[in-house]
């Protein structure tokens, strides 16, 4: 082993120290993407348990608010999220929101979110299906809209939390329009406190229109995190598998074993 002593010289010491904190750096990252996967997993479990389950009334998945008009109640927990729910009520069509920027099979359209009036004054927001952009417009121009059955409503649908940001809602053409679901933002713009979740449609009675097409469920791609897992593994690995190789060949080096290829010369006189 004395020939491994170069390794307690200061150069050789830095590299090894370099090593090991590049392969940790790797083994947490690696640790990170694990939890991400575990995570995007149960959100998918929790997707699935929902299609399968019967419905349960919407007081029993989300919290109904208790505030003012213009207020939001408690987001769905983390448990809740995706349950499927029953609710009955009326469409409020005076309030229609217009969610742009929304793709599907490649084109790029609208989510429609109408309100859905409870007897207590209350109202939950139901992403009612997504419709394509005007034929001959740009993805900006507003679609129409197909009316929302009046009279009472029973919407069957997957309780869903709100979406982050705090992009602007506008109104354009007795419509508000917004880029993303932020609950908050548009209780602001509506004239009754609303749920702090909003109801995906699966099912209306009476029949939703044909023109709406399904949303489909945000399902993760937890693999992806999985394989991004094996990687830093792997890299971790090759770090430190290098670093031994180059000890290795290093110590060959001071103790004189050099392999040389045999000459053309050589060659030919061993076969001769």
């Known amino acids: 082993m004395a020939v491994y002593r170069f390794l307690l010289t200061p150069r050789w010491l830095g590299a090894l120290a370099l090593t090991l904190v590049a392969a940790v750096i790797m083994v947490l990252l690696a640790d990170w993407q694990l939890a991400r996967y575990r995570d995007r997993t149960a959100i998918n ?12 009334p919407l007081a029993e998945a989300v919290a109904a608010p208790t505030g003012e008009a213009g207020t939001v109640g408690p987001a769905p927990t983390t448990e809740r999220t995706w349950t499927k729910v029953n609710v009955t009520g009326r469409y409020d069509a ?3 929101i217009l969610v742009r920027g929304r793709s ?13 009036l409870l007897t207590d004054g209350t109202a939950v927001l139901v992403n009612r ?16 809209v197909p009316t929302a059955p009046a009279g009472t409503v029973t919407v069957t649908g997957r309780i ?12 354009r053409d007795g419509k508000l329009e917004t880029r993303r679901v932020s609950l908050p933002k548009l209780a602001g713009e509506l004239p009754y406190p609303i749920y702090g ?19 489909p469920v945000g399902y993760t791609n937890s693999w ?30 001071r103790a004189g074993v050099v392999r040389e290829r045999p000459t053309d010369r050589t060659a030919e006189a061993t076969l001769a």
């Open 45 to 56: 479990e929790q997707i699935d348990a929902g299609q399968r389950m019967d419905p349960v």
């Open 94 to 96: 005076a309030n229609v």
């Open 104 to 116: 599907l099979d490649r084109t790029v359209g609208f989510e429609v979110l109408t309100p859905l």
């Open 129 to 144: 299906g997504w419709i394509p952009p005007t034929p001959g417009g740009d993805a900006t121009v507003q679609p129409t």
């Open 160 to 171: 869903r939390a709100g979406e982050g940001g705090s992009l602007p809602v506008t109104s």
């Open 197 to 215: 979740g909003y109801v995906l449609l699966d099912q209306q009675t009476p029949a939703a229109d044909p023109t709406f097409q399904t949303v």
């Open 224 to 253: 992806q995190n999985y394989g991004y897992v094996v990687q830093w593994w792997i890299f971790a690995g090759m770090t430190l598998l290098g670093f031994g190789y180059f000890a290795r060949r290093e110590a060959q080096r």
